[in-house]
């Protein structure tokens, strides 16, 4: 398995009678070694999250739920799900868990079909300002059939102003309230957004897609006490593979798994499952608690370190893995600062930003997160270095092939899969 993980030459062997497709994967796991990844939504995961993605659990068919399965031979799978949802309600606190869907996206269609009726009305973060493309874009299913109202955030503080959250739930009634974002990198008030949706009558739903491996260690805030349905994707900062889950409360467990399966999938896939139960199990120990607070102190030396290189850092700092930082006092908008950026081997994404009128155009910011180079190991020494040789880069005071080279060693002190 390693060998695959290092992009080895021995890669050749594993997938012997294709070398096209073994030079793929080398080469790919070669870029994920070799640059920065400061993508906010990704990650590394370990060794036995990817033997469990890469078992024969793929090959088996398991429509339904353990102990009511649609097809023969699910004896062995169902006790890989039933582990899962256990691991999960534990971790989080949950009287139930949901560990089938296929994404992010696929929880989230799964939680409004559990909850909602086509047409009705939905307050949820607005897109420009960090609403996720199944809060309401016109070129998403829930824009489509659904009746969406967005919030902002505050124009000065880039922060939720939850007087204009409520007084929209006021005005507007909706049958459910969404909290979560792609960009917020605030702690989310649940108990606000709880008594904002209990006010309006109007179902509670957290999109935690992102902080929700903080939550796992102990680093943000957990959304279950408060909200009616949590989605949540399972390979961001958590660390599993890629995949989504639910989590809700016992009253609502039969509509959420009906709204998953047979509602919006098929049939589940279980060496997802079985990956997620071993991220499950790995983000419970202390090693994990220690991460997701590591995770957070590397954002705000990273935050710390931009500002201080002239960066305008959205809301001022992080209580996340991720920030948003406007690049214009650099004299470069977010799209040629990536580009930029990408030369010297930074990846990162670009990010529209919440304050003035958000417009149409090339996106103005960055989004930046520290879970991937953090379960690297590095800490905020090697942060602060960044923030540094990203400023530099930006100014083009160094060559992006003397950059390249500093990342590169960078990643080789701190290789994601050792070996
Ligand atoms: C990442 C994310 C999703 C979607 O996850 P996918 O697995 O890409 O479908 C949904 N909502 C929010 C807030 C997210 O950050």
Redesign the pocket.
């Known amino acids: 398995m390693n060998v695959v993980l290092r992009g080895d030459p021995e890669m050749a062997a594993v997938l012997a009678g294709d070398p096209e497709m073994a030079a793929v994967l080398a080469g790919e796991a070669e870029r994920q070694a070799t640059c920065l990844q400061l993508i906010a ?1 990704e990650n590394f995961t370990s060794p036995a999250v990817l033997a469990a993605l890469g078992s024969p659990l793929a090959n088996k068919y398991a429509e339904g739920y353990p102990g009511a399965r649609h097809h023969g031979g699910c004896e062995i799978v169902d006790v890989a799900e039933r582990i899962a949802v256990d691991r999960a309600k534990a971790l989080f606190g949950a009287d139930h868990a949901n560990v089938q869907s ?7 269609l799964a939680a409004y079909a559990a909850l909602l009726r086509p047409g009705d009305t939905v307050l949820a973060m607005g897109l420009p300002y960090g ?5 309401g874009s016109p070129a998403n299913f829930s824009g489509r059939w659904f009746d969406f109202v967005g919030y902002g955030v505050d124009p000065e503080t880039g922060l939720i102003d939850y007087d204009e959250v409520r007084a929209l739930a006021r005005a507007r009634r909706p049958k459910a309230v969404v909290c ?3 960009a917020y990198p605030r702690h989310i008030d649940y108990a606000a957004f709880r008594a904002v949706a209990d006010e309006a009558g109007a179902h509670l739903i957290a ?4 902080p929700i491996g903080l939550v796992a260690g102990g680093a943000a805030p957990n959304p279950v006490p408060y909200a009616d349905v949590v ?1 949540a ?1 399972t ?2 900062v958590l660390r599993g593979p ?3 889950m639910l989590l809700c409360r016992a009253e609502l467990a039969e509509r959420v798994d009906r709204a998953v399966f047979p509602f919006t999938q098929g049939g589940a896939q279980m060496h997802t499952i079985a990956a997620k139960a071993v991220a499950f199990g790995e983000a419970a120990t202390p090693a994990f608690a220690a991460y997701a607070h590591q995770v957070v102190a590397n954002a705000r030396v990273l935050a710390a370190g931009l500002a201080t290189e002239g960066l305008e850092v959205i809301t001022g700092g992080t209580d996340t893995h991720l920030l948003t930082v406007d690049p214009a006092p650099l004299g470069v908008d977010g799209r040629a600062a990536r580009e930029r950026l990408a030369a010297a081997g930074f990846v990162l994404d670009t990010c529209g930003l919440p304050l003035g009128t958000p417009g149409p155009g090339a996106p103005r910011g960055l989004r930046l997160g520290t879970a991937a180079v953090t379960t690297q190991g590095m800490g905020e020494a090697e942060m602060a270095r960044i923030a540094v040789l990203l400023a530099a880069v930006l100014r083009e005071e160094t060559d992006s092939t003397a950059a390249r080279s500093e990342v590169r060693d960078l990643t080789v002190r701190f290789p994601p899969y050792p070996a």
Do not use: F, N
């Not at 296929?102 to 989230?108: C, P, Q, R, T, W």
């Not at 609403?131 to 809060?135: I, M, V």
């Not at 999109?207 to 992102?210: I, R, W």
């Open positions: 939504a296929h994404s992010g996206s696929s929880a989230v609403g996720h493309l199944t809060h979560g974002s792609i999109d935690a897609a992102h989605c994707t390979h961001k890629r995949g989504g």
